[in-house]
């Protein structure tokens, strides 16, 4: 059974880009805190977080529902993802 999916994330306004395991059983919304604690460990210790970001697939530029679980969207291993 698949916990977790390595994916490509870029941060575009860090003009940088990192491979991350994100949780298959965990929400878009909990990704996207991560993702928020990822910038603030490794790129940009006085990041703040912003309600508005989004989590976007770059091939076919869809925003992803901070509702919906991981394994209810078409993330999956090898997704190219960016998060603004």
């Known amino acids: 059974m698949k916990y977790k999916v390595v994916c490509e994330v870029s941060?575009?306004?860090f003009e940088c880009t990192f491979d991350?395991?994100?949780p298959y059983n965990k929400t878009v919304y909990f990704?996207?805190?991560m993702l928020d604690k990822i910038i603030q460990e490794?790129?940009?210790p006085?990041?703040?977080s912003k309600p508005?970001?989004?989590l976007i697939n770059q091939k076919t530029g869809k925003i992803y529902?901070?509702?919906k679980l991981v394994n209810e969207t078409d993330i999956k291993n090898g997704t190219k993802?960016?998060?603004y």
């Open 11 to 13: 941060f575009p306004v």
């Open 20 to 22: 991350v395991n994100i």
């Open 31 to 33: 990704v996207t805190q």
């Open 42 to 44: 490794n790129i940009y």
């Open 46 to 48: 006085n990041y703040t």
């Open 52 to 54: 508005t970001s989004i």
């Open 65 to 67: 529902d901070k509702n």
């Open 81 to 83: 993802l960016c998060y």
